[in-house]
């Protein structure tokens, strides 16, 4: 059976990592520290650029004080060793303890610095008047920020530590111990990665997701990258007035169709391949007239007499495209889910066949 200390221990890092990156769960229990103290840092709509000045500095000085309430726990699930008592409690307890004080004690230091001056010493404060004129400072700066945040036509996606922000003017990037800006006229932006995912954490969809470098012009500024689903880069595209650089083999899929031909194509690659008999003739695809017809129709989910799909007598008369986009045609939009497991009727036939039944041939 396990010992008071090693259940506790096990709790404690259980919640101290999902304190530091808030699942869903958390956030919907409010167990978040933007909603603990939601009434110090008051309304990210009513002014954005202090709310997160105060946010940064509340989450680092809270995230640090997670070593001190581990020990302080164990003062009582762990009464042997006397840890309430420190000239008493094991010299590795004592040191523990020596740095669990100093991290919040130097962090407090940290954010009562970048407080001096109303928050003029803040990381962001200080990026902010990079972009300030001359005859103004940082919080003019602020205060056009603020008024654009509160616009409805603002771009905005990702996860509460990773957000994404576009505004006419500005993109920002909410993390959770910084928040990155550059102003669009003076960022150079490139899409550097692109990762495919076969199923989304929040649906049972394909998914892409793009990594896109913002690099400021003023080398002040520190470049910084956003992550975005592919099917919302139409839409940022639609908000920025600087163009979007693709690096090389970056292939950028911004529909739900594109994402699932690439599914598709992926699945018929490893479903039995059907070999042309030598007297037949490859004709053009008869649905694009472009490419050389690809694939045939061949039952292979199940026995002949078993199931739903049916045996398709066609010759090969599509490309994998055509067939690909053929399905999905036929396909609810509202269900995307289902797409993958759905039967359609076969174009020329309407022999009934899953993707199981599409052969590449050879």
């Keep these: 059976m396990d010992s008071p200390e090693v259940t506790f221990t096990l709790a404690y890092l259980v919640f101290a990592v999902c304190f530091v990156f808030t699942p869903t769960e958390f956030h919907s229990a409010g167990l978040t520290v933007q909603n603990l103290l939601s009434g110090w840092l008051g309304s990210e709509d009513a002014a954005f650029v202090p709310y997160h000045l105060r946010r940064t500095a509340a989450t680092l000085l809270c995230h640090a004080l997670l070593p001190l309430g ?15 008592w420190p000239s008493r409690a094991p010299d590795a307890w004592s040191l523990f303890l020596l740095l669990a004080v100093a991290l919040p004690t130097v962090t407090w230091a940290l954010v009562y610095y970048w407080s001096r001056e109303c928050w003029a010493r803040h990381p962001l404060a200080r990026t902010l008047a990079l972009y300030a004129l001359p005859q103004s400072d940082w919080r003019a700066v602020a205060a056009s920020i603020n008024t654009e945040f509160r616009r409805i036509d603002k771009f905005a996606t990702g996860a509460p530590g990773a957000r994404v922000i576009v505004t006419d003017t500005w993109v920002m990037k909410v ?27 929040d649906s049972n969809l394909p998914v892409q997701l793009l990594t896109i470098c913002v690099a400021a012009a003023r080398p002040s500024v520190q470049a910084f990258d956003i992550r975005l689903n592919s099917a919302e880069y139409g839409e940022l595209c639609e908000k920025l007035r600087a163009p979007i650089r693709s690096a090389a083999n970056v292939v950028i899929h911004q529909s739900l169709g594109d994402l699932f031909l690439e599914t598709f194509a992926s699945l018929v690659e490893v479903n039995p391949a059907y070999a042309v008999p030598s007297s037949q003739e490859l004709e053009a695809c008869i649905g694009c007239m472009q490419a050389r017809a690809a694939v045939k129709l061949v039952k292979t989910c199940a026995e002949a007499t078993e199931g739903e799909c049916q045996q398709c007598y066609c010759r090969p008369m599509w490309c994998l495209t055509c067939m690909g986009k053929w399905f999905a045609s036929r396909q609810d939009p509202q269900r995307p889910d289902t797409w993958l497991a759905s039967r359609v009727p076969c174009p020329t036939c309407r022999a009934r066949f899953c993707i199981l039944d599409v052969c590449a041939v050879r």
């Design 175 to 201: 993390t959770t111990y910084q928040v990155h800006v550059a102003q669009q006229q003076d960022v150079q932006l490139t899409v550097t990665q692109s990762q495919q995912h076969d199923l989304s954490p």
């Design 70 to 84: 581990y020990y302080v726990g164990m003062c009582f699930a762990a009464t042997d060793k006397v840890l309430y």
